[in-house]
């Protein structure tokens, strides 16, 4: 990924973020159907918005990761499903059926066909854009760590938690994993967690030292374990290789839905265009101005660096 020199370290608000909601059946959260696989399936993604348009509605992949894609009661909340709702609902397609799955299987399950588009605050780096296209950047935010409470071992940041030969918690599949092993955390002292629940439970168990994950999903997990005895670090740029590492999100299509995810990019940066309607949107999630991607980071440089 590219120096970005244009971006400082973000702080992220520590005020009580409630929780909205977005469109969708609880009998739709399920596995689709073969049927529906073989309709909108990868060998016919170069007329997909055509078709996604017909048919009205749109299959999302998401993996419970509050606040970037989760449900709430149900229904399916959070930055991603708010932005996405908000722009295919402007292309078209009002409705998002989602399908729940781990955040390790949402790339196999987009290119197998059971859904169209991954909504889940996915991080762009250029393994995966190897395998799928991404989306211009929906936002950015920097990497934290949660502690157990005082911070006993006296930690900052990745490299704090190698110098001292600590275990480092990190969600299965996420770059956390790639920051910590190029800060010098061995393989031996990270342990990887199904979700978030799982991180901060391993951390009060003393499974794990710390947990690594982005800022702003670290304090959304310790808001929803209130009295927990946990507590989230300052938020720090992680390195590769002396690259500054920023964790740009977006959406997630097929290789040959080119066409959809163009018309998605076009009204996502009226949204990223626009703080003010997109901190409208996604600012009951703790997305406030400093999350919004700059307009000179874009998909092609991250997926090249």
């Not at 409630?18 to 399936?41: D, H, K, M, S, V």
Request: with cysteine; glycine share 14%; charged share 20%.
């Amino acid at each position: 990924m590219k120096h970005l020199p244009s971006l400082d370290r973000r702080r992220f608000l520590t005020r009580s973020l409630g929780i909205g909601t977005l469109i969708a059946a609880p009998a739709l959260l399920g596995a689709c159907t073969r049927t529906e696989i073989g309709a909108n399936g990868p060998g016919g993604d170069a007329d997909l918005l055509a078709r996604l348009r017909k048919q009205g509605h749109v299959r999302v992949g998401f993996a419970g990761e509050a606040p970037y894609g989760f449900q709430d009661g149900g229904e399916l909340a959070g930055e991603a499903p708010t932005l996405h709702r908000e722009i295919f609902t402007a292309l078209g397609i009002p409705e998002l059926r989602p399908t729940l799955t781990e955040f390790g299987a949402l790339i196999p399950g987009l290119l197998a066909g059971r859904f169209d588009v991954v909504s889940a605050g996915m991080a762009i780096t250029p393994e995966r854009c190897a395998k799928v296209a991404f989306s211009e950047p929906e936002f950015v935010s920097p990497t934290a760590l949660m502690v157990r409470e005082g911070n006993p071992k006296g930690l900052s940041d990745l490299t704090s938690c190698a110098a001292k030969g600590i275990r480092v918690g990190v969600l299965t599949a996420a770059v956390e994993g790639g920051y910590a092993k190029a800060a010098g955390v061995p393989d031996g002292a990270l342990v990887t967690v199904g979700k978030q629940q799982d991180g901060l439970d391993a951390l009060l168990a003393g499974r794990i030292d710390a947990f690594a994950l982005t800022g702003i999903s670290l304090r959304w997990l310790a808001r929803t374990n209130r009295g927990a005895a946990v507590q989230v670090l300052e938020p720090f740029v992680p390195e590769i290789d002396g690259v500054e590492q920023y964790s740009p999100g977006g959406a997630v299509f097929r290789p040959g839905a080119t066409t959809l995810r163009d018309a998605f990019n076009a009204e996502l940066i009226k949204i990223t265009g626009d703080p003010g309607r997109y901190v409208g949107l996604i600012g009951k999630y703790g997305f406030t101005e400093r999350e919004v991607p700059p307009r000179t980071l874009r998909t092609t440089d991250l997926c090249t660096a």
